[in-house]
């Protein structure tokens, strides 16, 4: 059996998996190169500089450079994990939202369905505004970009999904402004899992950003000003006329 024999078929996470595991001796092995070469470059800084023990010197700098290396590889691979199916998306994102923003005074609501609309993994309300957030993940060769106005997905245009939760965004903003009497508007927000995105990316009505900073975007644009009060109600009246998921 040829090598494209035993991959045919295959989904790209798996086949992903699996040369990530054949990889291994060669990522080892080009980690002690890096080492060896930080060992030498170390010494010759130590003799450059007339630090003590510069052998020592050396094998920190190896080390040092040893352990960068493997914390990459990791990061690398654990920034699949989501795209890959071992981890979920919104429960990564749900933690770091609580942990970010109850304490400034936001409620975050999970697992919702908006009426005539796609379901949405957050719903935030805050003394800043109301943002809905979404989760989705894609392989890490997937460049996550605008050019002009259009969000470009690979070689894919993304306004299926911008357009999903813009479209969501605005149908829920109406529903929460007849039945609590608050007039709001609601911005969209994706988190992405993988792919490659610089940091932020706002095109064709959404703005997509890595999970980590979903908070800190949240806290720095606000849209609006909730007293305490206007929070509580815009909350109970969203957990009352959004279907929860389950």
Do not use: C
Request: hydrophobic content about 45%; aromatic content about 8%.
């Amino acid at each position: 059996m040829t090598p494209d024999d035993q991959v045919h078929g295959l989904s790209p996470q798996v086949m992903y998996e699996q040369f990530w595991l054949k990889e291994a001796d060669q990522r080892r092995k080009m980690r002690m190169v890096k080492a060896a070469a930080g060992l030498v470059v170390g010494i010759l800084l130590a003799y450059r500089f007339d630090l003590p023990a510069p052998p020592a010197v050396g094998l920190a700098a190896g080390l040092l450079v040893a352990g960068a290396d493997m914390f990459w590889a990791w990061y690398s691979y654990e920034a699949t994990a989501v795209w890959r199916g071992r981890r979920r998306g919104e429960v990564i994102t749900g933690k770091l939202l609580r942990r970010k923003l109850r304490r400034l005074g936001y409620q975050v609501l999970d697992g919702r369905a908006v009426p005539g609309q796609a379901s949405i993994d957050h719903l935030v309300i805050g003394p800043g505004g109301i943002w809905v957030v979404d989760n989705e993940a894609w392989d890490p060769e997937t460049e996550i970009a605008r050019y002009g106005d259009r969000l470009f997905l690979g070689e894919k245009y993304g306004t299926k999904v911008a357009k999903a939760l813009v479209d969501a965004s605005d149908s829920l903003a109406q529903v929460l402004s007849r039945e609590s009497g608050i007039p709001v508007t609601i911005e969209p927000l994706l988190a992405v899992h993988g792919g490659r995105l610089r940091r932020t990316v706002t095109a064709e009505g959404l703005t997509l950003l890595k999970p980590r900073l979903v908070a800190r975007w949240i806290v720095r644009g606000p849209r609006a000003e909730f007293d305490e009060s206007q929070v509580e109600l815009l909350a109970r009246t969203a957990a009352r006329v959004l279907r929860r998921m389950s």
